[in-house]
């Protein structure tokens, strides 16, 4: 974790970016100037001579205008979007049919071969937006093969397709021509106009259920589209159907105006849904009025939630000490990220780390506005998060003492059951063999074999005893205190382990047995798990706390929460008012640094 990102639990990082500045780069000025260009040079070429009436010629040089305008608006605002780039590859695209005005064959063929490929980029405008990006395999296969069919099908129908024999005798040569076949090209166009419509249908498809499934900030932002998405299927449907059934110049006059209108209010929904958020900042001018005059607990979320105007928002706050995520009532959260929602970090004045918003993506789309109500929120933010630091330590004192009550639970159980498998039944043989031996003959040779057997015996169960009273409570711990008990330790363990430091002094019986079973832990641990060839024990008595640091040159990779057995002195630990921490990065080593106050009573 690092001040400048966020790492969810599934290992995506988003960030709050410093917002764009709005501007106009170099490309956004030349596709202004390509656009402007084709279509004073349509209008300059086609009216003099113009075949479709002339206001038909200005139609369409407006449409191309809409979109290459649009895209300029979308690109100042948001460059790293690609709606604005898709906006401006429609409208040139669209100016392809310009080539037919000049007479050359290379220029009139090509043109018939990228006619309507201005569908594809709008396709994809439909599929991604508003964030610009194609969400799925699905919808990305959809899209690529749309920019691979429709030039091929028209290449195709070239192919079998002479102008001369079409009715177009002015025309120039067709250079794709391999065989003169009318019926073949009708056929090829009757195929690509099936498949042009069943794609017409897919893209629809997808942008109604990505309606239905958006929450409200991204159906604010689709709406706009929505409204445009019924003329724009009616348009092309018009552009599949007519080049097949055929229609007359006075129905294509009346028709072509509708069709035009009809795409060019599709760019105006689409930067509308675009900006739509921004029209929203004043409800960042209503959370500061409400932080203004105070907030109780458990507000800030929907304030934010207002603000940002999704409903659905979630807050959690970062805890630096135990490095996790909890929620306004400190319990844990796990920060994911779907398609459907995305996670923002907000850093405290200082740059660290303070908390994090998941929300739905379309709330991403104006940064400017995520930043304004993260600052306005960041002092109550840093308040409520001291509310969940002070709530998680309740509930992990609360959940810590289950566990410490589930564990001596648990030890009186293996302590009966360690007494009766173990010195309790060798007492039963030595009772048997006393009752044998007053019935028998001290003269008898088996007397002094059988008083010999039940010595022995007893010294078995006397080491037993001690050994499962030193497992509970050392007894030099007892006697000499956690210097003395460390070095025991230290000498027995199977890792060659170096003191640095330990105090001379006694403290409580709590206190000392929180520190030796932290060492004892951390030493069991890098003998088994971590591979560490050395390790330092450091114990100093500072500001009436007692630091404990073991450290270890292993493989790392220890977690907070660890087994069972760091569980259990992390409980001891905080049982006592204390902390415990776990430093352990992959092939760094593995630091575990207890705090323990020297204060607490010793009949705790």
Request: charged content about 20%; aromatic content about 6%; overall charge negative.
């Amino acid at each position: 974790m690092d001040a400048d990102g966020f790492e969810s639990s599934a290992g995506a990082a988003v960030v709050i970016d410093p917002p764009h500045k709005a501007g106009v780069g170099l490309a956004t000025v030349g596709i202004g100037l390509a656009g402007l260009g084709l279509g004073v040079l349509e209008l300059t070429i086609g009216i003099p001579g113009a075949d479709p009436p002339d206001h038909l010629l200005l139609i369409s040089v407006l449409v191309g205008w809409a979109f290459v305008g649009s895209s300029l608006l979308a690109l100042a605002r948001y460059p790293d979007n690609s709606v604005g780039r898709l906006l401006a590859a429609v409208g040139l695209l669209w100016f392809v049919p310009l080539l037919t005005l000049f007479d050359s064959s290379i220029a009139f063929s090509l043109a018939l071969v990228g006619e309507g490929l201005f569908w594809a980029p709008l396709a994809q405008l439909f599929m991604s937006f508003p964030s610009g990006r194609l969400e799925n395999r699905f919808d990305r296969g959809i899209v690529v093969s749309l920019y691979v069919l429709l030039p091929l099908m028209n290449l195709l129908t070239l192919v079998f397709l002479d102008f001369e024999t079409a009715g177009c005798g002015g025309c120039p040569a067709n250079m794709f021509l391999l065989s003169d076949n009318l019926a073949a090209a009708r056929s090829m166009m009757t195929l690509d106009s099936l498949i042009s419509a069943a794609y017409a249908v897919i893209v629809v498809s997808r942008f109604v259920l990505r309606w239905r499934k958006a929450s409200g900030p991204s159906r604010r932002a689709l709406q706009p589209v929505m409204w445009g998405i019924v003329p724009g299927f009616l348009a092309a449907v018009y552009f599949v159907v007519t080049p097949v059934i055929g229609i007359s110049p006075e129905q294509e006059d009346r028709a072509l105006p509708l069709v035009a209108l009809a795409l060019a209010g599709l760019p105006v929904g689409f930067v509308v849904g675009l900006f739509r958020s921004r029209l929203d900042r004043s409800l960042v001018g209503d959370l500061l009025v409400e932080l203004k005059g105070g907030m109780r607990h458990g507000r800030l979320r929907q304030a934010l939630a207002r603000a940002l105007g999704d409903p659905l928002l979630e807050l959690a706050f970062w805890l630096p000490e135990s490095e996790r995520y909890v929620d306004e009532e400190g319990r844990d959260v796990t920060v994911t990220e779907t398609g459907l929602r995305q996670a923002t970090r907000i850093s405290d004045s200082q740059g660290q780390p303070l908390a994090v918003l998941v929300h739905d993506p379309a709330v991403s789309q104006d940064a400017l506005r995520v930043e304004a109500a993260a600052s306005a929120a960041r002092l109550a933010l840093e308040n409520e998060r001291l509310h969940a630091d002070l709530r998680a330590q309740l509930e992990e004192v609360r959940a810590s003492r289950m566990r410490v009550v589930n564990a001596g639970d648990e030890a009186r159980r293996r302590l009966e059951r360690d007494l009766h498998d173990g010195a309790q039944q060798r007492l039963l043989a030595i009772s048997a063999a006393i009752e044998r031996v007053r019935a028998m003959d001290v003269s008898a040779p088996p007397y002094p074999a059988l008083l010999s057997e039940i010595a022995c015996e007893l010294k078995e169960a006397l080491v037993e005893l001690r050994d499962l009273a030193r497992g509970i409570h050392p007894s030099l711990l007892t006697d000499e205190g956690v210097g003395p008990a460390v070095d025991s330790l230290a000498r027995r363990a199977q890792v060659p382990t170096r003191i640095v430091q330990t105090p001379v002094e006694r403290f409580s019986a709590a206190v000392e047995a929180a520190a030796y079973f932290v060492v004892a832990e951390a030493l069991t641990n890098a003998a088994r798990h971590s591979g560490a060839s050395k390790v330092t024990i450091d114990i100093r008595n500072e500001h009436e706390s007692l630091h404990v640091c073991i450290r270890d040159d292993g493989k790392g990779g220890a977690t907070q929460g660890g087994g069972s057995g760091l569980r259990g002195i992390r409980d001891r630990v905080l049982s006592l008012g204390g902390s415990l921490h776990v430093d352990s990065p992959l092939g760094s080593g593995t630091v575990v640094t207890a705090i323990i106050p020297t204060w607490v009573d010793a009949g705790q």
